[in-house]
């Protein structure tokens, strides 16, 4: 790499490489830490992302370093050394994920056309915002002044990862109370994931938008401050990703925007949309849709 001249004059990977070990070694280390590790409390801990509670093995089963019947064997040779009392719910939580993977092919295959298009044809007719370059730049450079929003996106432009619970909450954001269209999610993340599987990015971001297949529906709208107190609840993950915050007070720190001067002490910007007024315009652009 060296000889060639095909490293970045930039450091811009530096993070990527703190955060991961790529190769099969790599995986099978993950895998071996996730098994003995985070596995037991899976099914508890999966949605906390301040704390290490998922496998992060989604890289390497993307670049075919881990294939998930190398996966599900782990699990079930786990479950029978240590009692399926102890890890069974954990490892039927962990296979539904596997599942819900290989089901995102499926629909790949049989759809084909939908990395552009709505799985549901009637989201065609839906008023999306037409996206001007500032406010997409504010959501992906993590500036949207929402923290769980914004810690998300700058976890993921570091390190090349989201945890799975935020990035419901960034698209939700994105597609719901900044109302554009998935689709410049969609690209923002094949763009900077390290797991960026094509099957998987559509039909999580067609799920979140309440597009695709078995999705959530668009009037389900994520409260950021609501998921942020129930998932980040002693800010951690926050305090990391937003230093501007660090020393925010805990009744402040996930809607810094009630106080001024902390703002205007931090640095950190006040919140792009109103999360109430932007909701209610969403509900009604979905409203006047189906009137259609």
Request: aromatic content about 12%; overall charge positive.
């Amino acid at each position: 790499m060296h000889a060639f001249g095909l490293l970045p004059r930039i450091a811009w990977d530096d993070g990527l490489r703190a955060a991961w070990r790529p190769g099969e070694a790599g995986a099978r280390e993950a895998l071996r830490t996730f098994c003995e590790g985070a596995l037991s409390a899976y099914a508890g801990q999966r949605d906390r992302p301040d704390r290490r509670g998922t496998s992060r093995l989604s890289p390497h089963l993307h670049f075919g370093e881990l294939s998930p019947r190398q996966v599900v064997r782990a699990l079930e040779d786990g479950a029978r050394r240590h009692g399926r009392a102890r890890l069974g719910e954990a490892v039927e939580a962990y296979l539904r994920e596997i599942g819900w993977r290989e089901f995102a092919h499926h629909l790949l295959y049989h759809f084909p056309q939908t990395p552009e298009a709505n799985l549901d044809a009637s989201f065609d007719a839906f008023a999306w915002a037409e996206p001007d370059a500032e406010t997409l730049a504010r959501w992906q450079r993590g500036r949207t002044g929402v923290p769980i929003v914004d810690a998300g996106m700058r976890e993921l432009w570091t390190t090349g990862w989201m945890h799975n619970r935020v990035r419901m909450i960034v698209a939700s954001f994105l597609t719901k109370n900044l109302r554009l269209h998935w689709r410049h999610g969609a690209r923002w993340f094949w763009d900077t994931l390290v797991d960026a599987d094509l099957a998987n990015n559509t039909q999580g971001w067609q799920w979140s938008a309440g597009t695709g297949a078995d999705a959530a529906p668009y009037f389900r709208i994520f409260n950021p401050v609501a998921q942020a107190r129930k998932f980040d609840p002693e800010g951690a993950y926050v305090r990391r990703w937003i230093p501007e915050l660090a020393e925010a007070p805990p009744e402040l720190l996930h809607e810094p925007w009630r106080d001024a001067a902390l703002l205007a002490r931090s640095g950190y910007p006040p919140p792009m949309v109103d999360l109430k007024t932007s909701r209610v315009a969403a509900l009604a652009a979905w409203q006047r849709m189906r009137g259609r």
